[in-house]
């Protein structure tokens, strides 16, 4: 079987954990030595997630990101892609990124998050991998600006929760 194939945990595979699609075909190569141990542990959180949203498939546009990836995709210098620790996706099934983020907030204290970001078009979920740390527990929504509110807003700031 081919490495692509397998799975990470019941519902999630390595290829949704190098799933970011670039436009120039860099290939999304694991680098740094407790990446495949983030991407676990990933997983296993996500599963949680998933559980809060009824069981629900989660379809994901994006996780671990290689250095030139993260770059060539725009991604934030200090981005948790590039730990394997940050995963964005949606989950039409349960309904849209404000109703997924509404229920994440909910249960956040079971999720243990680190950050939860409305991206609007996706939700943007991360977790801490350095272990006993306090879970941060941040909520951000995403402005038009480019720039990050805290709470779940509008793209102009305006609190929607
Ligand atoms: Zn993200």
Request: one cysteine or more; glycine letters at 8%.
């Amino acid at each position: 079987m081919a490495s692509s194939l397998k799975f990470l945990t019941d519902n999630f595979t390595w290829a949704e954990a190098v799933v970011t699609h670039n436009r120039a075909g860099i290939v999304n190569t694991i680098q740094g030595e407790s990446t495949m141990g983030n991407i676990l542990n990933t997983a296993m959180h996500m599963e949680k997630v998933r559980e809060c949203l009824g069981g629900v498939p989660i379809l994901i546009s994006s996780w671990y990101r290689s250095p030139a990836l993260n770059t060539q995709v725009g991604g934030a210098r200090n981005s948790d892609h590039l730990l394997g620790a940050a995963v964005d996706f949606i989950a039409p099934a349960y309904g849209t990124p404000l109703e997924i983020c509404k229920k994440l907030v909910q249960d956040k204290n079971l999720l243990g998050f680190k950050q939860l970001i409305l991206e609007h078009s996706w939700v943007h979920i991360s977790w801490n991998t350095i272990p006993n740390v306090a879970p941060k527990l941040e909520v951000l929504s995403l402005l038009s600006s480019g720039a990050y509110a805290r709470g779940l807003t509008d793209n102009r700031g305006n609190p929607l929760a």
